[in-house]
């Protein structure tokens, strides 16, 4: 079994900054990508950063500039650095990963069960 817990939503005023966290854990035998979507009330769900395998990070327009993706090898951990937080980045957060299982010879798409970002005053 593998899962993806999020961490580090909440809420915080509009200029703040918050640091999102995704740890896969259970029998993660490779990560070949790491994301993070968003989703807003009444909205559909958009990918907001990127992390392909050994690739150059990619970002929304909407977020360029003020949101960073990064990743722990190590720790099977994906980050987002949000910075600069406007009232329309409010939203529920799921982390994405495309994960092959130890024994598995496929790779599966994985989802967090999201966490929330409010940006209010």
């Known amino acids: 079994q593998v899962q993806l817990v999020e961490s580090g939503g909440g809420l915080v005023q509009p200029g703040g900054s918050l640091r999102l966290s995704c740890a896969a854990s259970g029998s993660v035998g490779s990560i070949n990508y790491m994301a993070w979507h968003r989703q807003a009330p009444g909205k559909q769900r958009e990918l907001v950063a990127a992390?392909?395998?050994?690739?150059?990070?990619n970002y929304a327009d909407s977020v360029k500039g003020r949101f960073t993706i990064s990743r722990d090898n190590a720790e099977n951990t994906v980050y987002l650095q949000m910075n600069s937080l406007k009232p329309e980045d409010t939203a529920a957060y799921y982390c994405?990963?495309?994960?092959?299982?130890?024994?598995?010879?496929?790779?599966?798409?994985?989802w967090g069960q999201g966490t929330q970002v409010t940006v209010s005053s």
């Open positions: 994405n990963a495309l994960i092959k299982p130890w024994g598995s010879r496929y790779q599966s798409q994985y």
């Open positions: 992390l392909p395998g050994g690739g150059s990070p």
